[in-house]
Structure formats: C-alpha cells, structure tokens
Nanobody, 125 residues
Framework: QVQLVESGGGLVQPGGSVSVSCTTS????????MGWFRRQAPGKEREFVA?????????TYADSVKGRFTISRDNAKNTVYLQMNSLKPEDTAVYSC?????????????????WGQGVQVTVSS
C-alpha cells in the first residue's frame, strides 16, 4: 500500500535547526503536491506548515514559519524535505507529511489523499 515515512526531527534547543524528510512509496511522487502539517498537542487540530507543488517551483508557508522554514523536494528520490531554522518552543509538535494527487499544495488537510505517521520535533533547552 501507499506509504509516507517521515524521518529526522528530535530534540533541539531554541534557536537551533533540524530537518525532517518524508519518503514515499507506491505513488508516482512527481504527480503529487506535498504538504507538511503539525499537531502541537493530542486532540488539537492539524496546522498547515508548508506546501510545495509537483515540480517544486511553487511553495507556500504558514505565516508563523515564513522566513524560518524551507520546504523542498527531490522527485528522483520520491522525497520531500522540511528544513527548520531559528526554532522556537512553540514549534514543538508532531510533523506529518501529506500527498495531494495532481494538486497544488493547499492548507486544508481535507485536500490530501495520503498521510505519514509523523515525527516528533521538540524545541527545548
């Protein structure tokens, strides 16, 4: 079945950097817009973080991460990345990637077809 598997993350100090990646299988990756979302606490709604279109030429960011986070993709490796810099404690969350068939990346979780399980990023001293 389709799999989206996140890796990276972990514990990082405020002001530090971390990268997370999401590798997909059993989809034609180049046909999917990709998004990163985060959930800051159990039961809290997923929050859009960043999105990238199929070719990688168009990216969008939540205002809260603009200028600090960078989304990118490598269609040859079926992987999307999220580089996070200048991290703040409020960036602590489970980060999940999502795939949207032949669509531009949007901020609504309902627009996405497939989801990864997520990876924890904790920003703390």
């Amino acid at each position: 079945q389709v799999q989206l598997v996140e890796s990276g993350g972990g514990l990082v100090q405020p002001g530090g950097s971390v990268s997370v990646s999401c590798t997909t299988s059993r989809i034609t990756f180049k046909n999917y817009g990709m998004g990163w979302f985060r959930r800051q606490a159990p039961g809290k709604e997923r929050e859009f973080v960043a999105g990238i279109n199929t070719s990688g030429g168009v990216t969008t960011y939540a205002d809260s991460v603009k200028g600090r986070f960078t989304i990118s993709r490598d269609n040859a490796k079926n992987t999307v990345y999220l580089q996070m810099n200048s991290l703040k404690p409020e960036d602590t969350a489970v980060y999940s990637c999502a795939a949207r068939f032949f669509g531009v990346a949007t901020s609504s979780p309902r627009d996405y077809n497939y989801w990864g399980q997520g990876v924890q990023v904790t920003v703390s001293s």
